[in-house]
């Protein structure tokens, strides 16, 4: 059975960077669609950026709002998912999650229902 653990996360400066850490234990990640998602008191959780698997095209999606700032990426040796934040800003406050799931699309057709493995959730919090 695959569990997630996820590091990383805390307390940073508007323009500052933090990187989330996701460890896979019980499965391959390299064989699964990784997605990074938030989630604020009182709104729904949204979608951050996804990976595709490495037996798919390994393709990345982020959304708009953190396009250009944030990076998802891989280290199948290490079995471990990472989300990489800079230039950080208030509004990116929020509880984070990493995700997993064996699927067939590209994972940017997926929202966070169709995830059935999650990461235990870290709180980034962007402030002065």
């Known amino acids: 059975q695959l569990r997630l653990v996820q590091s990383g996360g805390g307390l940073v400066q508007p323009g500052g960077s933090l990187r989330l850490s996701c460890v896979a234990s019980g499965s391959t990640l390299a064989y699964l669609h990784i997605g990074w998602f938030r989630q604020v008191p009182g709104k729904e959780r949204e979608g951050v950026s996804c990976?595709?698997?490495?037996?798919?095209?390994?393709?990345?999606h982020y959304a708009d709002s953190v396009k250009g700032r944030f990076t998802i990426s891989r280290d199948s040796a290490k079995n471990t998912a990472y989300l990489e934040m800079n230039s950080l800003e208030p509004d990116d406050t929020a509880v984070y999650y990493c995700a997993a799931e064996r699927l067939a699309l590209s994972c940017g057709v997926y929202g966070e229902a169709d995830f059935g493995s999650w990461g235990q959730g870290t709180q980034v919090t962007v402030s002065s």
């Open positions: 990976i595709n698997s490495i037996s798919g095209d390994g393709r990345t």
